[in-house]
């Protein structure tokens, strides 16, 4: 056993006949990275690959259609409904064999949402011809989303999207699951996974909200959990004892007052066992609006960890946990006995090499998730999955990092998100590296962004962690001029100092009460001392420097935490701008208890935002009362408050303070100054066109690459 902080999680463990070499599962992720013949990838091998190299336990593969193209959720998902693809996957097996890891193969019939069938004019199986499901995913839909997704379910025909499945198909379909695992297992796979969750066809059959049946599938647990219980048995029986099978379960159906309720998950799980399972692995499902979601993909960690911990005490067979398991509450829920084997999604998108970190004692070198859904996003409008941290997600052979041909001198200019990650890429690289940033921190916009949205806290201590770790000339507090550029003679410079930002001209925009994003991170970050003096009481102004003194604003999770008790913003607050920024800012306000009004131009508020991350904000800014005013324009701010027109009439919103959260624009000024010094200059993140995050470090990820 090893003797780490995470000796559990990275001890070895044994699923029914197949040993792993530590508790970390790959959880299944639908990639989006296949064709349209259903046949597995080079881009999807490589993409496996890398998580087996990484040290994961056990990959298992995204949703796989037992009956493809029939019943596949996606409409390029993959199939094992033909010994054809017995080929591909045989290759995928070997290579992740090779890289030590085991794998295995989640089955899957999507039911009422196999939108392949939707595109190829197909209805959709189902147990019971029950609309009332998907109608909820088009009523959320039409509420919040873009024309893009809006054409996706537009070929949609509530009429006869479904086909209520009778005895005999029931039968076929058990033999599909069965004879796909047959097929699993002459490729190679360890074990098989039968999706029972998730809305798929066979969480339709166990869910009371979508089974209405009178026959023995229906009515009954026992009846509902016919169908997987059958699907187990005639697997087994098809596979014999040399590979293991188990299924995926929901703990619960989240907020669908008649869906599956915890009780019912526990004892499905004790049938599942029965018929033949060899671990249950506990998941969630939360219904077909667009915020149940986030029941399954969750928010809080941990937070599906109760339902793996009820189940365990209910069978005698491994339990794999999910949701958002942190390695340290992975660590603890093995060692607690609430799990034995700990499934994780999204961090190893972020980094495939976790486990292989954790086990080398480098948990800050771990890049992490920052739970911003994009994703899960990609999924919705047909894209390949991408990971906003992690611009090598599902483009690994694209975007590997190789020494440079020759090496030169580079100075980085700006410390914030697409600084950082250059100076990161090009050190690896082995070039010789100077960052400047001009304040003494790093983190520029990525700072301030930690403190609304504390998930981003995490990406700027892996970045600060891997800028002072490498061989890089960090020297904060150097602005750079043309003569600082004579004194280094880089071969090249990146700028990355980030958006300008100016103040809409809007009459009243100067007064003392508005506060633009500039003057909200000074005052946050104790910046520029002339805009304490300009925005703030006597008072406020105490407050701050007393923060300062006591080293609050160098912390980022203090100064969150302290914000809660503190902020220099009256109770009713205008965001004027309701993009990402905006409305990421709302979030943070009500949740210090002030009245938010956003106020946006545009008719979809967060649009750049990815589809489940706009989803959860606008819900939480509706549950907490904001007032989100969508197609509208301000004309001022008085003292009355704001001042705007909508549908043609003008209306005031009577507010303490005032947020302007949009006008950001490019910043050449810098890049156009330094032209004269001979070196090699490239704009880079923010100060070339604002895409966020994502868009920082791809940009520093490709240029940092190249040079
Ligand atoms: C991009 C993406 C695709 C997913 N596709 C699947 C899938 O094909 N099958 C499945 O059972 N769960 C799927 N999930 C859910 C994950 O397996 C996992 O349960 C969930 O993300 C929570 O784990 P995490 O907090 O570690 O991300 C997907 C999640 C993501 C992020
Ligand atoms: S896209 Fe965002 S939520 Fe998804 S894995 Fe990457 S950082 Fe996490």
Known sequence: MSTSKFSHLLSPGRIGP????????????????????GHITER???????????????????VVAVDWPR????VNQLGLSDDAFIPGLRDLTDRVHALGAKISVQLQQAGKVATKDLAEGRPMSVPSANVRAMEGVLNDLT??????????FAKADPSNMFWEIDDEEIQRLIRCFADAAERAKRAGFDAVEIHAGHGYLVHEFLSPHCNFRTDRWGGALENRARFLCEILRETRRKVGNDMAVWCRLDGEEKDVPDGIKRADAIETARMAVGAGADAIHVTRYGGPSGIGFA????????????????????VNVPVIAVGRLLPELAESAIADGKADFVAMARQLLADPDLPNKLAQGRR?????????YTCVGQIFINEVVKCAANPACAREAE???????????????????????????????????????????????????????????????????????????????????????????????????????????????DRANVFSGDDLRALMTGGDKRVAAEKLSLAQRAVLKMGSLIGVADRVALSRELSKHWMPLGKRVAVIGGGLVGLELAEFLVERDREVSVIEEEPTPGAEMSIPRRWRVLHILRTHGVNLLTEARVEAITDLGVVYVKDGTQQTVAVDSVILASGVQENRGLADALGGTGAEIHLLGDCKGVGYIEGALLDANKLARQI
Not at 18 to 37: F, H, K, T
Not at 48 to 57: F, M
Not at 143 to 152: L, V
Not at 300 to 308: K, R
């Open 71 to 74: 019943g596949a959720a996606m």
């Open 295 to 314: 029941a399954m993909i969750v928010h809080e960690p941990g937070e599906l960890l109760p339902y793996a911990e009820a189940v365990r005490k209910a």
């Open 364 to 372: 800050e070198d771990i890049r992490p998730c920052i739970h911003c």
């Open 44 to 62: 999807h091998k490589r993409f496996y690959e890398d998580r087996a190299r990484g040290g994961v336990g056990l990959i298992t593969t995204e």
């Open 399 to 509: 975007f590997e990092i190789t020494p440079a041909a020759k090496p030169k001198r580079v100075l980085v200019v700006g410390g914030g998100t697409s600084g950082m990650e250059a100076a990161r890429i090009a050190a690896l690289r082995g070039h010789q590296v100077t960052l400047c940033e001009k304040s003494e921190r790093l983190g520029g916009t990525l700072w301030f962004a930690s403190l609304v949205y504390e998930p981003n806290g995490q990406l700027l201590d892996y970045l600060e962690a891997q800028v002072r770790k490498l061989p890089i000339d960090l020297r904060l507090g150097q602005e750079v001029t043309p003569s600082v550029v004579q004194q280094l003679r880089p071969d090249v410079i990146l700028v990355a100092v980030g958006a300008r930002r100016e103040r809409p001209p809007i009459p009243g925009v």
């Open 143 to 152: 509420a919040d989303e873009t024309m893009k997704i809006m054409q996706t």
């Open 18 to 37: 197949v040993e792993l070499r530590n508790r970390i599962v790959m959880a299944p992720m639908g990639s989006y990275m296949g064709g349209l013949d």
